[in-house]
DNA sequence: ACTTTTATGTAGCGACTGCTACATATCATC
DNA sequence: GATGATATGTAGCAGTCGCTACATAAAAGT
C-alpha cells in the first residue's frame, strides 16, 4: 500500500517523458507501457483506466512546466517589454514539447473532451498567473486584464511558430507600441538626404 | 473521365461536411465513407490514399472558410477597433467548427506532419491576408506587422476559448488601447468625490 | 456482338486499440 | 508451513485502422 503509491509516480514520470517526446497520438497503453520497461496489463493494473493514467501524466507534464516556467524570467517588466521576453521564452528548444502538447490538449478541449478541457484550463489558468506575477503595471486593477491581452498574443504567437510561419511572429514582436529600451535599433538605414 | 472529377468533387464537398462536424479525429474512412453514402473501398477508389483524400477535403473547408470570411466584416478599421470586431466574429457559432479544425490541424503541423503543415501554413497566409485588408495604418509599411501581431491576438483568444477561459478573452479584451468610439461604455461608477 | 473501361460489392489482411480473464509467481503474516 | 495479499506473465477479445485482392456488374467503344 505504500510501495504501490511510489510504483505509480515512478510510472507517471516516465510516462510523462514519453508523453512530452511523441505527444498525445503516441500516448497508447502498449508504447507507454514500453517505455516504463513494463507492460500495458502492468500500467492497468496501477491505474483504473487509461483516461486515470493519462490525467496522472498529464498532471506530471504540469508540474514540469510549472516549475520550468517559475525558474524563467525573475523580475517584473511593462507589457511591451515582457511580451517580446516571454515570446522568446516560448520559442526557445526546451518548451517545444510542452507547447506541442499544449496545442494538442487545446484541441481536444475544444470538443469537450474530458480530462483534456480540465487540465487545459487549469493549465491556462497557471499561464495567467505566471504572467500577471511579472506584469509591471501602473494601476494594479489593470493587471489581470493586461496579463490576459498579453496571455493571448503569446498563446497566437505558439500557434504561429506552429504552424511554420516564424515570419508572422517576427513581423507582430516588431510592431510593439515601442516602449521597450533598446537603443540599438536600426530602425532603417536613414537615406541620404 | 469527366464524370469522375465531378463525383470526386461530390464526395469532398459530403466528406467536408462530416470533417466540420466531427474533427480529424472522426474522419477515419468507413465513418467519412459512410458519410458518403457509399463504402471506403469507393473513396479509395476515387482517391489514392486517405492522405489525398483528406488533403482535398481540408482543401474545400478552406475554401468554404474563405467564402465565410470574406463575406464577413465589410470596411476597414483601425488595430484597437478591428480586433475586438474579429474576436466577436471568433466567437460566433458558424466559425465554432472551422476554429475546431483549426486547433487540430495546428497541432499536428506542430509535429511537422504533412499535409497538415502545409494546410494549416496557407490558411495562416489567408487569415493574414484577410487581416491586413480589414486594417487601417497611418503608414502602409505598418500594415503587415500590425496585422500579424492582430492576428497573433485573435489566434491567441480562440485558444483561451478553446479551454474554456472566455473570462480571459472578455478581460484582455477590455484592456485594449481604448482608441474605440464607445461612449456608452461605463468605465466605474465613479465615486464621490 | 465483343471487348475494354468504369464502377461497385464482398471479404479480408495485418496492425493496432483499450481492456480483461486466467494463471502464476513472490512474499509477508499468522 | 499454510494462507492470503501483492505483483506479473500469457493470451486473447472485440473493435477500429488503412488498404487490397478478387469478383462482378454496367456501360461505352469498336
Not at 31 to 52: H, I, Q, V, W
Not at 126 to 155: H, I, K, Q, Y
Amino acid at each position: 500500500m505504500k510501495g504501490r503509491d511510489a510504483r505509480r509516480q515512478a510510472l507517471v514520470e516516465q510516462m510523462a517523458d514519453h508523453v512530452l517526446s511523441v505527444g498525445l497520438p503516441g500516448a497508447s497503453l502498449r508504447p507507454l507501457a514500453a517505455a516504463c520497461g513494463t507492460s500495458d496489463r502492468m500500467l492497468l493494473y496501477y491505474f483504473a483506466d487509461k483516461n486515470e493514467l493519462l490525467s496522472a501524466t498529464l498532471g506530471a507534464v504540469a508540474a514540469r512546466l510549472t516549475q520550468l516556467l517559475d525558474a524563467a524570467l525573475p523580475g517584473v517588466a511593462p507589457y511591451a517589454v515582457l511580451l517580446p521576453r516571454i515570446c522568446r521564452l516560448m520559442a526557445a528548444a526546451p518548451m517545444k514539447p510542452y507547447l506541442q502538447l499544449w496545442l494538442e490538449l487545446a484541441a481536444l478541449a475544444s470538443r469537450q473532451q474530458e480530462p483534456y478541457l480540465t487540465i487545459a484550463g487549469q493549465l491556462g489558468d497557471g499561464f495567467l498567473a505566471w504572467t500577471a506575477a511579472r506584469l509591471e503595471v501602473s494601476r494594479e486593477a489593470d493587471r489581470l486584464p493586461t496579463a490576459s491581452l498579453l496571455l493571448a498574443t503569446v498563446e497566437g504567437t505558439v500557434v504561429l511558430r506552429a504552424i511554420g510561419r516564424e515570419t508572422m511572429v517576427a513581423a507582430a514582436l516588431g510592431q510593439l507600441p515601442d516602449e521597450e529600451p533598446n537603443p540599438a535599433r536600426p530602425r532603417r538605414p536613414r537615406k541620404s538626404r
